[in-house]
């Protein structure tokens, strides 16, 4: 079965403890992208993967980072999270991100992280 | 730059209404255009796209969209909505997946 898996999906952490949430998609696909959803404010893109060891910044990347070292995993890292990253995560993947007409992405379940 | 705006960012209908959540993109060459949908509680679901050809697209649970060029439009439409389409719809071009800020449909028993 065709899926995008998040772990965990609730998460209750303190300021300043590291954590990873892990993303693992088994389509092989090329693009994988990390998303923050917030009330009012939608999806907001937070770092994106064009393939493997190629990552890019999205449109709020400050406190997080990521890494490509396999096709199928796409971690989210807070080095040192902060109340304000209080948020609901969602990973996707799609074949490619542009010049194709079959550009859907498909989200994990989401992980729902509170920064105490 | 690419980017989709999407009119309503709320709306409260009753059951059996006609529902119209507007979505106009601004970019030119190729456009290919998608309404995703999230259900309470729920991830993100691919509710209909277009791609090319027939500007009229047909959706899932009923849900249809037009494509209208010379208005750069995408509404999506439903003509008769129920309580279970209580969601957030989102209007998204192709390429870097720039996400609007949704529209909230509540509906009333």
């Known amino acids: 079965e065709a899926q995008v898996t998040q772990n965990p999906r609730y998460l209750i952490t303190v300021t300043g403890k590291k954590l990873t949430v892990t993303c693992s998609q088994n389509?092989?696909?090329?693009?994988m992208s990390w998303y923050r959803q917030d009330p009012g404010l939608g999806l907001r893109q937070i770092y994106y993967?064009?393939?493997?060891?190629?990552?890019d910044k999205g449109d709020v990347p400050e406190g997080y980072k990521v890494s490509r070292k396999e096709k199928r995993n796409f971690p989210l890292i807070l080095e040192s999270p902060s109340p304000n990253q209080t948020s609901l995560y969602f990973c996707?993947?799609?074949?490619?991100?542009?010049?194709?007409?079959?550009?859907?992405?498909?989200f994990g379940a989401g992980t729902r992280l509170s920064v105490l | 730059a690419q980017s989709v705006s999407q009119h309503n960012h709320h709306v409260i209908l009753s059951e059996a209404a006609s529902l119209e959540l507007g979505c106009n993109y601004s970019?030119?060459?190729?456009?290919?255009l998608f309404w995703y949908v999230q259900y309470p509680g729920q991830h993100l679901q691919l509710l209909l796209k277009?791609?090319?050809?027939?500007?009229l697209v047909k959706g899932i649970k009923g849900f249809e969209a037009e494509f209208i060029k010379s208005k750069f439009s995408f509404n999506l439409r439903k003509p008769s909505v129920q309580w279970s389409d209580t969601a957030e719809y989102f209007c998204?071009?192709?390429?870097?997946?720039?996400f609007g800020k949704g529209t909230r449909l509540h509906i009333l028993p």
């Open positions: 998204v071009p192709k390429d870097k997946i720039i």
């Open positions: 970019y030119g060459g190729t456009v290919n």
């Open positions: 993967s064009m393939n493997v060891e190629v990552t």
């Open positions: 277009y791609f090319s050809g027939d500007p």
């Open positions: 996707a993947s799609s074949v490619r991100t542009s010049g194709s007409a079959k550009n859907i992405q498909y």
């Open positions: 389509m092989n696909h090329e693009y």
